[in-house]
């Protein structure tokens, strides 16, 4: 069983300012400030015509349902990671170290008329019996928030 989570974000600004944007540590730590993480690293590394962009964090697992928090702990570890292959378009890996599941998709950019449309399409899957499907749904319900959130700091940013 696999989620599937697609979801757009826009920008009042042109392709590669946004482009910039999501290639700037600093406005990636500001995002991880907004989501409330506990501890954070992020490292952004130029790689052939585009970048790796990798952001490490602990979150607090208090917001979980009892059943979630018996699998991760009182804290949880994510890790993403964006290889960027130019100005327009990402590759998405998000996993929880040492747990059983994946997060895999694209990231994309589109201008037109001066605003740019961010497109992240991710599959979620989860291999547990019985709460694999529950897990799943969590994990896109947080994916969502932290988009969220990405996305009016992202606002922020540019204007």
């Known amino acids: 069983m696999t989620t599937r989570l697609t979801h757009e974000l826009t920008y009042d600004a042109p392709l590669a300012e946004v482009s910039a944007m999501l290639g700037d540590r600093g406005f990636r730590e500001q995002v991880c400030e907004a989501l409330g993480v506990l501890r954070h690293e992020v490292t952004v590394v130029p790689e052939g015509a585009g970048k790796r962009v990798r952001i490490e964090q602990v979150q607090a697992a208090d917001r979980l349902p009892s059943f979630a928090t018996r699998l991760v702990g009182n804290q949880i570890e994510i890790v993403q990671e964006e290889r960027w292959s130019g100005t327009d378009r990402a590759g998405l890996t998000v996993v929880v170290p040492g747990k059983p599941g994946q997060m895999d998709g694209t990231i994309r950019l589109a201008e037109s008329g001066g605003v740019t449309t961010q497109v992240v399409d991710m599959t979620i899957k989860v ?33």
């Open 127 to 159: 291999s547990l019996p019985l709460v694999g499907g529950k897990l799943e749904g969590l994990v896109a319900d947080m994916l969502l928030r932290a988009l969220k959130v990405e996305n009016t700091t992202g606002r922020g940013y540019l204007s």
